[in-house]
């Protein structure tokens, strides 16, 4: 995917005040902006299920969710798809799997990933069209060095879809094949992005006031 593709967001053009906007009372004091509204979110996840079903490889797609954060971006992806699913006259049958990945390295960094599922689970994606859904790239590490344990089990296709990717220096370089937004290198959080388990229940994409950081 090219960056001509997706949406750069940026803090100076996409700053839209908490006034505008629905925000929860309890959040009204530890997000400074909005980042992207809801709205635009769910118009975008549209345009992106489109690309994925026309780009779809084969009649069956394992659609694996990367837990926690990308479930939102999962559930709304995959209803998009369900109403899309027709290509050239033929479904395309959807499967879902659901798996979370931990970054390690003698326990404490991240050096390798552990996955929540059996090398027995893994071996029922040896030969299957998968779809991996994550909410956010950073680094690209841990996404990198999921897809070389995936590769072992010898699947058809794999196609990774993000809803962002963080403009930041410390990025590996790895772009996903469909990627919602391009965001600033800032600490986000709503639409299931958390911080520290807050805010998973905010509906729009928002930075974190300075002031949150500072209790």
């Known amino acids: 995917m090219n960056p001509s593709d997706w949406i750069d967001v940026t803090t100076e053009k996409n700053h839209y005040s908490l006034d505008h906007f629905v925000i929860p009372n309890h959040y009204e004091e530890d997000v400074s902006s909005i980042l992207i509204p809801h709205g635009v979110i769910m118009d975008r ?25 990308g479930h939102q971006y999962f559930a709304d992806l995959v209803d998009e798809i369900k109403k899309l699913r027709r290509i050239n006259g033929t479904s395309v049958q959807l499967s879902l799997e659901f798996i979370r990945v931990k970054s ?30 994550e909410d956010i790239i950073d680094t690209g590490a841990t996404m990198v060095k999921l897809l070389d344990r995936l590769a072992l089990v010898e699947p058809k296709s794999v196609r990774v879809t993000s809803l ?13 094949d469909y990627v919602g937004f391009a965001i600033p290198d800032a600490f986000v959080v709503g639409y299931a992005l958390d911080y520290n388990e807050y805010f998973r229940d905010l509906d729009h994409i928002c930075v974190i006031s300075v002031s949150y950081h500072e209790r």
């Open 164 to 176: 962002l990717i963080k403009k930041t220096p410390r990025s590996n370089g790895y772009i996903p």
């Open 45 to 69: 996840i549209k345009k992106l299920a489109r690309m994925i079903v026309d780009d779809s490889p084969g009649p069956l797609v394992v659609v694996c969710c990367v837990l926690k954060g």
């Open 104 to 133: 390690y390295m003698n326990d404490t960094s991240s050096g390798g990933v552990k996955i929540s599922l059996t090398d027995a689970e893994l071996q029922e994606f040896k030969g299957k069209n998968l779809l991996i859904v």
